[in-house]
Nanobody, 124 residues
Framework: QVQLVESGGGSVQPGGSLRLSCATSGRTFAPYSLGWFRQAPGKEREFVAVITWSGARTDYGDSVKGRFTISRDNDKNTVYLQMNSLKPEDTAVYYC?????????????????WGQGTQVTVSS
């Protein structure tokens, strides 16, 4: 079992920045890839970003490329999502998830463990 707890969400104006964190616990010795997804009201859960255990490989959803950066600190068992140039369409609940080792999965089904989510609202 892996537990994931997101933090760092909030309200920000368009063009602003936020950094989300996801603290993991449980079987942290396992080399999970860690991903971020988001879900807006009435929409399906959408892939945002993923990073492998080593941090050597990352992938991003098309809508966030060039604006968001995923990183991880395995000593702190934490993954981060730096979000810059935020847009109103980035408003959603953001979820952290743990998936198979060293894979760059972009599907919900690629991930076995999920956090409870943190709300991000981008509005003027």
């Amino acid at each position: 079992q892996v537990q994931l707890v997101e933090s760092g969400g909030g309200s920000v104006q368009p063009g602003g920045s936020l950094r989300l964190s996801c603290a993991t616990s449980g079987r942290t010795f396992a080399p999970y890839s860690l991903g971020w997804f988001r879900q807006a009201p009435g929409k399906e859960r959408e892939f945002v970003a993923v990073i492998t255990w080593s941090g050597a490989r990352t992938d991003y959803g098309d809508s966030v490329k060039g604006r968001f950066t995923i990183s991880r600190d395995n000593d702190k068992n934490t993954v981060y999502l730096q979000m810059n140039s935020l847009k109103p369409e980035d408003t959603a609940v953001y979820y952290c998830a743990a998936g198979s080792p060293d894979t760059l999965g972009s599907l919900v089904s690629d991930y076995a463990y999920w956090g409870q989510g943190t709300q991000v609202t981008v509005s003027s």
